[in-house]
Every structure is written in structure tokens, then in C-alpha cells.
């Protein structure tokens, strides 16, 4: 959309709507070819780096120890790439209101758990310690497993991410009034408030230099709606943050109904 020349004209109130709005789709616009300028930066870095090496490795002469770099150089681009993806194409099935999801009754506690298990060797490599802080044993919720996983692996990504060296990050667990709340608690750099009030939207990044595409946390928070829950975040610059989801507790006598399964 291109708005070009006076469009306020002498409308009065209906002016500054047209102009408050004008301005609007001028600012989507921008943030959409801010996207489109990141994202196919994010696509071209590891297609670089794979053709790179495919074009190294084809000439030859290379001992297997040099062989069994590039190689490794080669798989952990590509599934950057497929991750980047599926990232683009969770989104739009957002977007277009097809997300299936695959119902169950999901042991929070237990996924969490492999979320650990899942992104301990990345946080070692920064450092970071990992603690799963749950009050109780059982913390039931209906959900699509794949999905939920999806959920705590990009909070705690990011907490990851965003984290200083050698710092912990905590995962806190409780039930609260026929709630289950996860809070991912981390003290790493923080966000402003400003910035705190954008970083849900799609796209958004407060720095676009660490990488990703801005849509991490809209999947996420929209993932959380479907489950009919609530994605909060709290944070201090330079202090850190907490980033809470909190599901329905699935009662007991739900839980004990004929095993529970189905598409959403
Ligand atoms: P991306 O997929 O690019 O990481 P997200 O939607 O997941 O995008 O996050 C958007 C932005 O929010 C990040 O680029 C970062 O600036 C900020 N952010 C998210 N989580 C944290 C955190 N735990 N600490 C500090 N900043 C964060």
C-alpha cells in the first residue's frame, strides 16, 4: 500500500482518524519489509556456509577429521534451515486458522523435565545451570504435547539466549486455582518497558543482531491461546526476566475419564 500526498485534507476528527491510520499501514508496511530483509538474511547465512562447504569437501583431499567438520557444519545449517522453516509455516497456519492440535492428557512436570534434558548441552556451553523448581509431583494439563513442548523450548531458548555466562536460570512450577503456572525466570540482560510492550508482536526484535525472525514469541503466545491459556511477561533491563504460561489444570476425575485424545 503506498500513501502518497495530503490525505488529511480538511476533515477535521475523521482527518486525524484517516491520518492515524494512514500512518499505521505505513508502519506495518515498514515492519513487513524489516521482516522480509531478516528473514532472508537468516535464510541466505546457512546456505552460504552449506554450499561453502559441499563445494570444499567435493574438491577433495581433505583428511577425515577436516571431512567430519564440515560435515557437521553442514547437518547443524541445514536444521537451522528446516527449524527457520517451520518456523515461517507454523506461522501462517496461525495466521490462516488451520493449527491442528492433537489433544492428550500431559504430564507438565515430565515435559519440562526434557525441555532440561533438551537444551542442557547448549546452556553448558554457555554456563548456564538449569533448575526445575516444582512444588508438587503432578501437574496435569490437556494439551498437544508436541506443541506445549514447542512453547517451553522457545521461552527457554530465549532465557538461554539472552542470558549472562555462568548465570541460572529456574523453572518454577505451581498449581494456583485450577491453573497449572510455568514461570521461566532468568537474569540475564532484560528488556526496557517499551520494548516489553512490543516484543509479543510478530516480527519484533529489540536487537536484530542475535539472529531469529521476531516470530518466536507470537507462535508461542498464540500456541498458549489455543490451550486456552496465558502467556505473561515481566522484565527489568539489566536484571532479567520472567516469562509465566499458565494452562488449566486438568481435574482428576477428567484425567480418569477413558484415555483422553483427539484433534482440536
Ligand atoms: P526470535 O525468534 O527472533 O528470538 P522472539 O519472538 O522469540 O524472536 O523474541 C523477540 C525478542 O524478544 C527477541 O529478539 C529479544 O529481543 C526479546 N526477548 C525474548 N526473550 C527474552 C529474554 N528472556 N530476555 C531478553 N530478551 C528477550
Do not use: C
Not at 50 to 72: A, F
Not at 176 to 183: K, S
Not at 236 to 253: I, N, Q, R
Amino acid at each position: 500500500v503506498r500513501v502518497e500526498g495530503d490525505y488529511r485534507y480538511e476533515l477535521g476528527e475523521m482527518g486525524s482518524t484517516l491520518n492515524y491510520m494512514a500512518e499505521e499501514i505505513v508502519r506495518s508496511n515498514q515492519i513487513k519489509d524489516d521482516f522480509i530483509s531478516s528473514i532472508s538474511h537468516e535464510l541466505r547465512t546457512p546456505l552460504t556456509s552449506i554450499k561453502g562447504w559441499s563445494e570444499t569437501l567435493d574438491s577433495g583431499g581433505y583428511d577425515p577429521d577436516e571431512t567430519r567438520i564440515g560435515m557437521g557444519i553442514i547437518s547443524k545449517e541445514t536444521e537451522r534451515l528446516i527449524g527457520l522453516v517451520e518456523e515461517l509455516l507454523d506461522f501462517s497456519k496461525l495466521q490462516q486458522n488451520e493449527m491442528k492440535l492433537t489433544m492428550a492428557h500431559v504430564e507438565l512436570k515430565e515435559l519440562l523435565k526434557e525441555i532440561v534434558l533438551n537444551v542442557w548441552a547448549k546452556a553448558e556451553l554457555k554456563k548456564v545451570q538449569l533448575r526445575l523448581d516444582a512444588d508438587g509431583d503432578s501437574f496435569p494439563v490437556y494439551g498437544d504435547a508436541n506443541r506445549l513442548k514447542q512453547v517451553f523450548l522457545n521461552i527457554v531458548d530465549n532465557a538461554i539466549k539472552f542470558s549472562h555466562e555462568s548465570s541460572v536460570i529456574v523453572l518454577h512450577v505451581v498449581r494456583e486455582d485450577g491453573w497449572v503456572r510455568t514461570a521461566v525466570q532468568d537474569s540475564g540482560i532484560g528488556i526496557d518497558e517499551e520494548n516489553l510492550k512490543r516484543v509479543k508482536d510478530r516480527f519484533f526484535q529489540v536487537n536484530t543482531q542475535g539472529g531469529g525472525t521476531g516470530l518466536g514469541l507470537a507462535i508461542t503466545q498464540q500456541l498458549v491461546e489455543l490451550h486456552e491459556g496465558e502467556l505473561n511477561m515481566t522484565s527489568e533491563l539489566g536484571v532479567g526476566t520472567t516469562v509465566s504460561v499458565k494452562l488449566p489444570l486438568l481435574e482428576e476425575e477428567s484425567k480418569s475419564r477413558e484415555e483422553i485424545s483427539g484433534e482440536k
